[in-house]
């Protein structure tokens, strides 16, 4: 319990500390310089990212970062144990990252606004039309060089088998070209449990990247089913294919 109330006191806490910044990020945007802003938006959700962790009592042991690319051209894929893995990723690839969240975040006040302005894009999974826009808006975020991040399982698997990866979630690698940063989240899902955060010690695996322009039509094909086997191996207790 007492974590919880830490977490969740730091949370609440930065959010509203965050207003500060407001006005360097209308600075950055009225004078078109957005290399700056994503430098300093990487550096705030990283802040962001490290403090939640620290309050909730969350250590990382990290392999594989030196697998990371310079190239901004970076779409990372990983599983998806539990509610803790986008600040484990956010604290630790060295990289801004921005990832598709269901619509209804966009409308929680303050986080919703930064989740914005670090390029987060929101889907309407009930509206197939609008779905494919969000998809296309963020092949043009990895091509303009702006990480997104992917969870192809397109839910929390909360320690159990991992999941299957859904049709057509890789479409956003696959069409805009990216270097894949293949990822295995292991542990994350120990960290809460009906409501309740207990600290514990979380292993982030990165793998060798694949670069989609390197595929065949063939391989690209077989992309969700060579990412699955590698995360999955990437895991202590692997789902049975």
């Known amino acids: 319990m007492f974590r919880t109330l830490v977490l969740n006191s730091a949370f609440g806490l930065y959010l509203v500390y965050s207003l500060v910044y407001i006005p360097v990020v209308l600075y950055f945007y009225i004078l078109n310089k957005q290399h700056e802003l994503d430098r300093f938006m990487g550096s705030m959700a990283k802040t962001w990212a490290r403090l939640l962790l620290w309050a909730a009592g969350v250590k990382v042991e990290?392999?594989?970062?030196?697998?990371?690319?310079?190239?901004?051209?970076?779409?990372?894929?990983?599983?998806?144990?539990?509610?803790?893995?986008?600040?484990?990723?956010?604290?630790?690839?060295?990289?801004?990252?921005?990832?598709?969240?269901?619509?209804?975040?966009?409308?929680?006040?303050?986080?919703?606004?930064?989740?914005?302005?670090?390029?987060?894009?929101?889907?309407?999974?009930?509206?197939?039309?609008?779905?494919?826009?969000?998809?296309q808006k963020g092949v043009e975020q990895i091509k303009k060089g702006h990480p997104m991040l992917i969870f192809p399982e397109g839910t929390r698997s909360r320690g159990g088998p991992m999941k299957p990866f859904k049709a057509g979630s890789l479409k956003l690698a696959i069409r805009s070209n990216a270097i894949?940063?293949?990822?295995?989240?292991?542990?994350?899902?120990?960290?809460?449990?009906?409501?309740?955060?207990t600290p514990g010690t979380v292993r982030l695996a990165i793998h060798p990247t694949i670069d989609v322009k390197e595929l065949t039509a063939e391989e690209k094909k077989e992309l969700a089913s060579r990412l699955y086997t590698l995360i999955n191996s990437g895991l202590k207790n692997p789902s049975i294919a």
């Open 180 to 197: 894949i940063v293949p990822m295995s989240i292991d542990g994350s899902y120990t960290l809460r449990k009906k409501g309740i955060v």
């Open 62 to 135: 990290l392999t594989g970062i030196e697998h990371i690319p310079q190239d901004n051209t970076i779409c990372f894929i990983s599983n998806h144990q539990g509610e803790f893995d986008i600040p484990i990723i956010m604290a630790h690839v060295g990289k801004p990252v921005a990832f598709i969240a269901k619509k209804e975040l966009a409308w929680i006040p303050i986080m919703g606004f930064w989740m914005k302005v670090i390029r987060c894009i929101f889907i309407d999974r009930s509206n197939n039309r609008k779905s494919v826009k969000t998809i």
